[in-house]
């Protein structure tokens, strides 16, 4: 199938009820995405659609679309879809979203579809692949960086180094990244994955998986677009969900 401008289908967050005169948006529940993860879809060539929160029917969802970008946001993986521990008390969940967003990973792993995971797509991704995660870095790495990073996420927190000879590395032309961070947790174990970057503390940073189409997830926001190696990174994605089988 050659599609010239493929559909990526982004999943949202979801905000309980809170009435505009409360400084919220609606008194409903309501979806949410920030604007940079359409926009860069739509930069590299793809048509972005906003994915409901469906567990049955993600796979129908998923046979419309040509390739699926799992988002980041400031919540976690429950511990128990991976064998973890007793959650850490900084875990905060959102069941649905993630139940959603597992059924749509496991349609498009299936159906051979491109996936990107950012951020908690990644940590998402890994438990999707059989993997395991830190509940929280500062409890589990030595001397680690900070992966909340103080300064704007629109820019660099820290580096990265790509591991040679990964999907990765032929996207994005390097062996370094200068990245932005935002999380408190990350991938321990890929699963069926390998890792495809590091941070200079030990963090796994991207994971991809051998033999699949394209299937990724970094730690770090590349919908910023804060380096030539984010925006090859969404033109790669494009350009497979463009050519899928």
């Not at 509940?135 to 180094?161: K, M, S, W, Y």
């Not at 947790?185 to 970057?197: C, D, E, H, L, Y």
Request: a negative charge; hydrophobic letters at 40%.
């Amino acid at each position: 199938m050659d599609t010239s401008h493929p559909l990526i289908g982004v999943t949202l967050d979801c905000e309980p009820p809170c009435p505009p005169q409360q400084g919220g948006y609606s008194r409903y529940p309501w979806y949410a995405i920030r604007c940079n993860y359409m926009d860069a879809v739509t930069a590299a060539g793809g048509v972005p659609v906003g994915l409901p929160h469906d567990s049955a029917g993600a796979a129908a969802i998923m046979a419309r679309l040509d390739g699926l970008i799992v988002t980041g946001g400031a919540f976690d993986i429950a511990p128990d879809l991976y064998g973890g521990d007793a959650p850490h008390p900084t875990v905060t969940t959102k069941s649905t979203r993630t139940a959603a967003e597992l059924a749509l990973v496991q349609a498009a792993l299936r159906m051979g579809r491109p996936i990107l995971g950012i951020c908690g797509g990644e940590q998402l991704l890994a438990v999707a692949l059989g993997g395991t995660l830190i509940q929280h870095i500062p409890d589990t790495i030595t001397a680690p960086l900070p992966h909340e990073q103080p300064n704007p996420r629109d820019e660099a927190g820290h580096e990265v180094t790509i591991v040679p000879g990964t999907r990765l590395a032929h996207i994005t032309r390097a062996t370094r990244m200068a990245v932005n961070s935002a999380h408190h947790q990350a991938v321990a174990t890929p699963g069926r994955a390998i890792v495809s970057a590091v941070a200079p503390d030990g963090v796994i940073e991207a994971m991809e998986l051998p033999g699949h189409p394209f299937c990724i997830g970094v730690q770090w926001h590349p919908e910023f677009g804060i380096s030539t190696g984010d925006r090859l990174l969404f033109d790669a994605l494009i350009d497979a969900s463009r050519h899928r089988e």
